[in-house]
């Protein structure tokens, strides 16, 4: 099963400390002096966005929904999160879907050749778009305590912390710490 | 024809729906991070300044339909109040010396920096969000302004409370935490976007908070099973490492092996078997 798609490669771009499975960086997106066009026309991806646990080394088209078909396996008993599963390469994977917070919606962007002849100017347009993802872990359950779930609790952060405030609501708050 | 025909190195994001009114073009802009004052990428779109974080597993690649690419990235577009922004670029403005509150500018004077256009694309927005941390004077047509240090300290109040009142509804982990170390991190993730000096140590001062509870609490808490938010935060360091998420998860039972084998050596077994 998919032996077209070259090797699996777990060596991560950098090495973090250990006991960590995930990071995260600010800022350096290497999308310097670009435009981003988000646009909500582009193919509907939604049910058939999955993060996988290994490194595939391949990109581009592959056959993958004729290979790759998770199946409901009910609610888990813990959290209550729909659970799925699948098998890649003979391991058994299970997973559940997030669907993205109200007000937010995910792109696929591919960058496009620079019109001018700045070669650090790009585009990137939208050529999909989603509303869920399904996650997927190899040894264990999927759990609210999961990175990607912990992702997601920044988008709630963000709201609280960057909301912008206004002098009238600023002196009409009743600021108690 | 089908959406992956052309696809060239593709990203997925995550970000704010663009919705009917606007028409979602973007524009990359380079500013200073608040905290660090290294060049930071931000997005500008439809009127609102976001800022890009990426998320990324040790492992990991997409299926996106029947495309699959190997970077597992996920980028992470959320709104970011120009204030945090302006901040520094504001104190840095008003020149301020001593005691002496300092001088009243103008905007497009204190939006002109070298070597950072993209402050003046922010003119119209700095204008308006600037006013809740700021004294205004009006000279016939012209604004001048100087940021005011108790309407920021206040401003910051209100950003904790915010926080405050939005982290126990997070997870489990959150919801049982003490009410100060609640605060604490809710003062640590405002910290990310400040400087120590003078905004976090006068947050803290206000607060009753020692400073090196705030800055110090990553490193505490990586050793903690309690996890936070502050790591994820992290800006991205000069060599282009980037800091390490926080697990999260609850330790699990120690399990009698059964044959059972980690997902390292399985899938790289798996390579080899191939070649």
């Not at chain 1, 490194?55 to 609610?75: L, R, W």
């Not at chain 2, 990553?218 to 936070?228: H, L």
Request: charged content about 25%; overall charge neutral; glycine content about 8%.
């Amino acid at each position: 099963m998919f032996t077209k798609l070259g090797g699996l490669s777990l060596e991560p771009k950098s090495v973090p400390p250990p006991k960590r499975t995930g990071w995260i960086g600010r800022g350096n997106c290497h999308m310097e002096k670009a435009t981003i066009d988000l646009k909500r026309d582009g193919k509907d991806l939604s049910g058939r966005v999955h993060q996988l646990p290994c490194c595939v080394k391949h990109d581009g088209p592959a056959s993958v929904s004729h290979y790759f078909k998770p199946k409901h396996k009910g609610v888990g008993e813990d959290e209550g999160l729909p659970l799925q599963e699948a098998h890649f390469r003979g391991r058994l994977l299970q997973g559940t879907t997030l669907p993205l917070p109200h007000g937010y919606s995910g792109f696929v962007l591919s960058k496009s050749s620079p019109p001018t002849s700045d070669e650090n100017s790009h585009s990137w347009d939208t050529k999909a778009t989603f509303q869920d993802i399904t996650y997927w872990n190899h040894d264990y359950s999927p759990s609210q305590n999961d990175e990607l779930f912990r992702a997601f609790h920044w988008l709630t952060v963000a709201k609280a912390l960057h909301n912008p405030v206004t002098p009238e609501e600023l002196a009409s708050s009743s600021v108690t710490l | 024809m089908s959406w992956c025909d052309s696809v060239q190195e593709p990203r997925i994001l995550v970000a704010p729906d663009p919705g009917t009114d606007g028409n979602g073009l973007g524009q990359m802009i380079s500013l200073r991070h608040p905290k660090s004052g290294n060049a930071t990428q931000y997005l500008f779109v439809n009127g609102m300044l976001q800022e890009l974080q990426w998320f990324k597993n040790l492992y990991g690649s997409w299926f996106l339909g029947d495309y699959i690419t190997e970077d597992g990235r996920m980028y992470l577009s959320t709104p970011i109040d120009p204030v945090f922004i302006m901040l520094p670029i504001f104190e840095e403005a008003r020149m301020k010396k001593g005691d002496d509150l300092g001088r009243f500018r103008q905007l497009d004077e204190i939006l002109f920096i070298d070597g950072y256009p993209g402050y003046m694309q922010l003119m119209s927005v700095v204008e308006n969000c600037m006013l809740v941390v700021s004294e205004v004077k009006e000279i016939g047509s012209s604004k001048f302004f100087r940021l005011d240090d108790s309407k920021v300290l206040r401003w910051l109040c209100y950003k904790v409370c915010q926080l405050k009142q939005t982290l126990p509804k997070l997870d489990k982990n959150y919801a049982v935490q003490s009410e100060k170390d609640t605060l604490i991190d809710a003062v640590s993730i405002l910290g990310e976007y400040l400087k120590e000096k003078p905004w976090l140590q006068l947050l803290c001062d206000h607060l009753k908070l020692n400073i090196l509870e705030v800055t110090g609490k990553a490193q505490v808490n990586a050793e903690e099973s309690n996890p936070g938010l502050r790591n994820e935060l992290q800006e991205q360091s000069n060599d282009k490492k980037a800091t390490t998420a926080k697990k999260g998860r609850q330790a699990k039972k120690v399990k009698l092996e059964t044959e059972s084998h980690n997902i390292k050596d399985m899938f790289s077994r798996a390579s080899r078997k191939k070649n």
